[in-house]
């Protein structure tokens, strides 16, 4: 299954490299796509790049923007805090402050009413500050310009608010309005406000000071408006931050999950920092609508891509029809007259080149019909007659041979053994004549030649032994008759004749495209000498080329059954058919014949030499 799966595999993987290398559109295809594609890099590099630069510019008008309101957001906080150093040491302010006690009177009162009036001035005198708030330690009054005033009872609240005006000092502190007071309050109820507020101790100047507080609270409205101004599209959002990421004023619910996390999919974000206090603005506006512009021009571009890839194929089709497809149809002519056909015509109805060569095409099968019927099939009769010629020459030359295995016999044996040669060679000759028959089953040759080896055995006192190792596949393969015998008997004569241990092994298998047919002994082998000389006798034995292959010159003693079956197998199975030759000397020789398995067919005829 493995193996199965790797075989498709790289099947697959070489699919488009043979579409190149057979396909003529398939080339022209590609060389139109080459053609677009520094076309198409430079198009999305441009639409990358013009992405780049709107991105960049908008990301500087945007900090450009912000930045300009957070110097005005510092300039606020300048004014607001310049503003509570001056209250924090107005002297007139402090004398009152200083007068209040911790029990109040009518007095008490009306002194508390004066120092309202004074701060409620303050949010006229600036409009980021909605309210203003005085804690007096002593009397632990808490009074609102918005709600007027109140007693802070609750020990926790009261140490709070204490904690605040001695840790911070002659400093500035801004709370948040979550700034925890206990468990159940926060700074922003006891204050009742949602904003930010700026904290000061009283009486800066005098270090044995109270801790009396002021509590300015800004203007969360407004300092929403003043960055709403800044909002690109409605669907942006803004929010401004202190220094500490604490959130101040937003327009949208998204404020404390932006602080939660480093960035957001899908949002285009600008964070900006101010010189002096360091609070940041942060505004995000979907990526969609900043490259709304940009995404047009990306389609647009795709668009052109898609249709200048349309086009291209269009035209490779186009040029392949005009100029490829007529070369096409002529090479599937030429493949059908190869395979036989020669009635073969193409239709042509055009006037240039393809035209020219169509119409020499179609004279040139003409002509090659009418040769082969006039010239070749004479030559394919010649060849089958010769080939019927060779083959009738082994009986005669196997006969003296084996008459002369019964003589020796006769002299070394009794009569028994006799009558069995006898008995072997009657069984071998009536299967070589086999009523005209020109091919057996390998099985059945194996079954032929082995009469032939049981003689040979009795004339060599069982001096050698045989076996046979057929491949399953091959045994129903159709072989000529009276290809494997002289083989053999070059083996017992020449290789086992002096042995007394002789093994001779015949074996038959398919590989590839090919049966293989091998005839192997364990005799006194060849010299390379000898080997090299029958390579040069049987090299210059050519079918159909230098001659009749039976008038041949050659020394009727030397290779007869070598040279016999070499042009037998030229003749039947053709050029791809071979014979080779493997031997060292003490060692044994083989003898291996290739045999195309598209020859290997179960009769005999002039078709088959044509092919």
Request: hydrophobic fraction near 40%; include cysteine.
């Amino acid at each position: 299954m493995p193996q199965t799966i790797l075989h498709k595999l790289s099947k697959f993987i070489r699919w488009p490299s043979q579409m190149y290398r057979e396909k003529i559109q398939t080339r022209l295809t590609l060389y139109f796509l080459l053609i677009l594609l520094p076309l198409v890099v430079l198009s999305l590099f441009v639409n990358v790049r013009s992405q780049t630069i709107l991105l960049d510019r908008t990301v500087e008008r945007t900090e450009a923007a912000l930045m300009s309101s957070m110097d005005y957001i510092e300039l606020t906080l300048q004014n607001v805090e310049g503003l509570s150093t001056l209250t924090t040491t107005d002297n007139n302010l402090l004398r009152k402050v200083n007068q209040l006690g911790a029990t109040l009177d009518a007095k008490g009162y009306i002194l508390l009413s004066e120092i309202m009036k004074e701060l409620t001035n303050l949010t006229s005198i600036n409009h980021m500050v909605s309210q203003v708030a005085f804690f007096h330690n002593k009397s632990q009054m808490l009074m609102l310009t918005n709600y007027g005033g109140k007693r802070v009872v609750d020990a926790g609240h009261l140490q709070k608010l204490r904690e605040l005006a001695v840790s911070n000092g002659t400093n500035i502190m801004y709370v948040m309005p979550d700034y925890p007071l206990s468990d159940k309050e926060t700074f922003g109820s006891l204050m009742k406000t949602d904003s930010i507020s700026l904290i000061r101790v009283m009486d800066l100047n005098n270090p044995d000071r109270e801790p009396n507080l002021l509590i300015m609270t800004l203007n969360k409205g407004k300092l929403l408006d003043l960055i709403n101004s800044l909002l690109p599209s409605p669907n942006a959002q803004i929010y401004l931050y202190t220094n500490k990421h604490e959130l101040v004023t937003g327009n949208g619910d998204r404020g404390e999950q932006v602080i939660a996390q480093d960035s957001l999919p899908g949002e285009f974000a600008v964070n900006v920092d101010s010189r002096f206090y360091k609070w940041s603005l942060l505004l995000l506006q979907p990526e969609n609508e900043v490259f709304k512009e940009i995404n047009l021009t990306r389609r647009f571009t795709y668009i052109i891509i898609g249709v200048s890839v349309f086009l291209a194929l269009l035209i490779s089709w186009a040029v392949y029809s005009g100029i490829a497809s007529p070369v096409q149809r002529l090479l599937k002519g030429m493949n059908a007259v190869g395979s036989g056909n020669l009635n073969t015509r193409l239709v042509n109805n055009r006037r240039d080149e393809f035209g020219y060569l169509t119409r020499a095409f179609n004279n040139m099968v003409e002509e090659q019909k009418s040769l082969i019927e006039n010239h070749y099939e004479q030559q394919l009769r010649l060849s089958n007659a010769e080939l019927r010629f060779l083959q009738s020459q082994i009986n005669p030359h196997f006969l003296y041979n084996t008459l002369d295995s019964i003589y020796w016999t006769a002299k070394n044996y009794d009569a028994e053994e006799i009558s069995e040669m006898v008995l072997h060679l009657s069984r071998f000759f009536r299967l070589s004549l086999s009523k005209g028959q020109e091919t057996f089953t390998v099985e059945e040759t194996v079954t032929h030649l082995h009469y032939y080896i049981r003689v040979q055995q009795l004339r060599f006192l069982d001096s050698f032994t045989v076996e046979y190792d057929l491949q399953e596949e091959s045994k129903q393969i159709h072989l000529l008759k009276l290809l494997l015998q002289p083989l053999v008997e070059n083996a017992l004569l020449h290789g086992l004749e002096s042995k007394s241990d002789g093994h001779l092994l015949i074996s038959t298998r398919i590989e590839s495209e090919y049966l293989v047919v091998a005839v192997q002994d364990n005799g006194v082998g060849m010299s390379a000498e000898r080997i090299d000389y029958i390579h040069e006798q049987l090299s210059h034995i050519a079918v159909l080329k230098s001659g009749p292959l039976s008038y041949m010159p050659s020394n009727a003693e030397d290779m007869f059954g070598l040279r016999n079956v070499f042009s037998r197998i030229k003749i039947y199975y053709g050029e791809m058919a071979d014979l080779q030759i493997q031997s060292e000397p003490g060692t044994g020789t083989t003898v291996t014949m290739l045999l195309p398995l598209a020859r290997c067919q179960p009769s005999f005829d002039s078709k088959a030499l044509s092919l």
